[in-house]
């Protein structure tokens, strides 16, 4: 994002389509945009904790304070944030709250990490306030408001206050992966993102900008290793470096690097079924670019910026598209030029989720215009078509639940909203009672997209409740809730013997 694009205005979507005629029709209307949470500050980014209790948490940031707030597995907007902290910078800035991840295991270990821009009263490595990664350790992981422990894993020295990345997500090999800017101004003029170790400027050491970085913060180390360039080698540290990344162990590289070569990868994702990662990195002044990497890939891993802006020179001597082949780097399987309502990609996902007209397709859109644009993955170059009257305004992030549901995050409306399909779709969920008790209803409930669904959930004489699942919902007494229902589902009932019951009667 950019601080000058406050100044752009809303644009409503038929102008967005008409603007894009040149990137493909516009999609069917078989698919929706349905409002899960309005009324917010500022949202950037939301973040499903898969830990079966269907709450939502939105990055909601004011002027001076991160702010997280959940959405609950009914629903509802809570109108006390989860957690809160200082930071620099806020809304409509490139500086804040700038991404949110759980542990794979949050629903037992209660830790998640957020990154942050430390407010202008902390120490600081560079110039700029730092770029912060921190890990929090909730005492209940079932509550709607923090409580518990925090811990700096990495702080990276800033030098400009722009081009911070910030998306944070745990891979399919569970470590973390943590998208870096290049350090801002424009043009990369300390060409950070193609330096692979630390560089002095101004007296300060800088590393680790323009960057995909990969970590293991599951495991911290005693003694860190001597190109941990975000550590004191021999010392300890809150995170290690996975052995299998492509500068371990390198004298002059550091560790932590995944990928190089990135300008400012502000949103990115891995697909679920595939487990790509595709990631969107905000051009310069002329294009904005898509870039791709399939699971298990080991082939080069530079992404070309400042050398090539897109498929187009920029730094690099030459004219026309052949930048990635004549520097030998990885071109983007999308660019998009500057123009109408493109000026600051927003990168997306792979759709997974229960609406099959989007199935397989990679959504994403631009914070100036806000229109969503739903490509088709494959090959070297992947065409794309804009979604018809959205109602999006300036997308800032994207965000994916336990079951695919896709949401997106808009800054024009200042809401989140669900992708869905046509209204009046209707879903089945069918209860599924075990031995030793029943659900009532007991028949199987149709419900519409994205209502909720309740049961009474009924032992037999002799047994207690055992487990509710379904749809992740809640179980309060004996009703179970689902959370807002967007595909066909079963609600599954367990009981076990009453084990006090059962002894009495053995004892006689």
Not at 23 to 47: C, E, I, K, Q, R
Not at 462 to 473: A, E, F, P, R
Request: hydrophobic content about 35%.
């Amino acid at each position: 994002m950019r601080n000058r694009l406050r100044e752009i205005p809303h644009l409503i979507p038929a102008l967005l389509c008409a603007a894009l005629a040149g990137a493909g029709a516009p999609a069917s209307a078989a698919v929706t945009l349905t409002p899960v949470a309005t009324g917010l500050t500022a949202p950037v980014g939301v973040v499903a904790p898969n830990d079966g209790s269907g709450r939502l948490f939105i990055i909601d940031s004011a002027s001076g304070q991160g702010r997280i707030r959940v959405v609950d597995g009914s629903g509802n907007l809570q109108a006390t944030p989860y957690y809160t902290r200082a930071i620099t910078g806020g809304p409509w800035d490139e500086q804040g709250m700038l991404g949110l991840a759980f542990d794979p295991q949050f629903a037992s270990s209660g830790t998640l990490y957020v990154t942050y821009t430390a407010p202008g009263s902390d120490p600081r490595l560079g110039a700029e306030p730092d770029q912060v990664l921190v890990r929090l350790t909730a005492t209940d992981p079932a509550a709607n408001v923090f409580a518990g422990s925090e811990q700096v894993v990495l702080r990276i020295p800033d030098i400009y206050s722009n081009h911070n990345g910030g998306g944070i997500a745990f891979g399919p090999d569970n470590y973390l992966y943590w998208g870096m800017g290049d350090g801002g101004s424009g043009g990369d003029p300390n060409n950070f993102a193609q330096n692979l170790w630390k560089k002095s400027v101004g007296g300060n050491s800088y590393y680790l900008l323009g960057k995909m970085l990969r970590l293991d913060v599951r495991t911290p180390t005693t003694s860190a290793a001597a190109n941990q360039c975000g550590a004191v080698a021999g010392q300890p540290a809150q995170y290690s470096i996975p052995a299998d990344n492509p500068f371990a162990g390198a004298s002059d590289k550091c560790g932590e690097i995944w990928l190089y070569g990135l300008r400012n990868p502000w949103r990115w994702s891995f697909d679920r079924q595939t487990h790509d990662l595709v990631i969107g990195d905000v051009g310069q002044n002329a294009w904005e670019e898509i870039d791709f990497r399939a699971y298990g890939a080991s082939d080069d891993r530079n992404y070309g910026w400042s050398l090539c802006e897109g498929r187009h020179y920029y730094d690099a001597s030459g004219s026309g598209t052949t930048c990635p082949a004549t520097t030998n780097t990885v071109a983007p399987v999308i660019e998009v030029a500057h123009g109408g309502s493109s000026c600051s990609i927003t990168g997306g996902y792979v759709y997974r989720g229960p609406v099959a007209e989007l199935q397989g397709k990679y959504l994403f859109s631009d914070y100036c215009g806000g229109d969503i644009r739903i490509a088709t993955p494959g090959g070297a170059s992947w065409s794309y078509t804009v979604l018809a009257d959205a109602p999006t305004g300036n997308v800032s992030s994207f965000g994916e639940d336990s079951v695919g549901n896709l949401y997106v995050v808009d800054l024009g409306t200042n809401a989140v909203y669900r992708f869905d399909g046509p209204a009046g779709t209707t879903h089945v969920v069918t209860p599924q009672a075990g031995a030793g008790g029943s659900l009532t209803p007991g028949t199987p409930q149709t419900v519409p997209h994205g209502a909720t669904v309740g049961f009474t959930v009924t032992p037999a004489a002799g047994h207690l409740i055992g487990t509710v699942t379904g749809y992740g919902g809640t179980l309060a007494g004996s009703q179970y809730t689902t959370a807002p229902v967007t595909a066909d589902c079963t609600v599954s009932a367990s009981f076990t013997l009453d084990d006090l019951i059962f002894a009495d009667g053995f004892d006689g």
